[in-house]
């Protein structure tokens, strides 16, 4: 994966042809009010190789009574309060973008990026783990911490 690399926000079938192991992808996510569609939030994920040729993505999510709900930022936890159902789980690119994600390693220039083989280790050696205080490890925290063995978040 390209150090220091930020693409363009694209569709899962763009970034399919570009995406490497180890790469950091943003996901621009959306809600929809009344007819225009409304930047919402994004979601962090790293990407760990393929499954039947589709990139699959390790990255971190909440689990609410009813459906899935996404780790957004700390305020929006706060007001759930329950970091029980926190988990780290392994989708298809094209499962979890939904709308549109890019490539952000803009990191390497900061911190020292881990060994691929190493950050694929330990995104799938954290695969269904729960209880993560997600006001330290959300979505964010979990992808960086991957690929540089560091918390960090801007979101936070």
């Given at each position: 994966?390209d150090?220091?690399?930020?693409?363009?926000?694209?569709?899962?079938?763009?970034?399919?042809?570009?995406?490497?192991?180890?790469?950091?992808?943003?996901?621009?996510?959306?809600?929809?009010?009344g007819k225009?569609?409304?930047?919402?939030?994004?979601?962090?994920?790293?990407?760990?190789?393929e499954?039947?040729?589709k990139?699959?993505?390790?990255?971190?999510?909440?689990?609410?009574?009813g459906?899935?709900?996404?780790?957004?930022?700390?305020?929006?936890?706060?007001?759930?309060?329950?970091?029980?159902?926190?988990?780290?789980?392994?989708?298809?690119?094209?499962?979890?973008?939904?709308?549109?994600?890019?490539?952000?390693?803009?990191?390497?220039?900061?911190?020292?990026?881990?060994?691929?083989?190493?950050?694929?280790?330990?995104?799938?050696?954290?695969?269904?783990?729960?209880?993560?205080?997600l006001i330290?490890?959300?979505?964010e925290?979990?992808?960086?911490?991957?690929?540089?063995?560091?918390?960090?978040?801007?979101?936070?």
């Amino acid at each position: 994966s390209d150090a220091g690399k930020k693409s363009e926000f694209m569709n899962a079938e763009d970034m399919a042809k570009i995406v490497q192991n180890g790469d950091l992808l943003e996901f621009k996510r959306f809600v929809q009010l009344g007819k225009l569609k409304k930047r919402f939030y994004t979601h962090w994920g790293v990407c760990v190789g393929e499954h039947e040729n589709k990139p699959m993505v390790a990255h971190m999510f909440i689990i609410e009574e009813g459906g899935v709900q996404e780790t957004i930022t700390s305020a929006f936890i706060a007001v759930t309060g329950d970091l029980e159902s926190a988990e780290v789980r392994l989708d298809a690119l094209d499962d979890v973008c939904t709308d549109l994600c890019r490539i952000n390693n803009l990191d390497d220039r900061k911190y020292t990026k881990l060994d691929t083989q190493m950050i694929f280790k330990r995104a799938i050696d954290m695969l269904g783990q729960h209880n993560y205080n997600l006001i330290y490890n959300n979505c964010e925290h979990f992808a960086k911490w991957c690929r540089y063995d560091k918390h960090t978040s801007n979101q936070v």
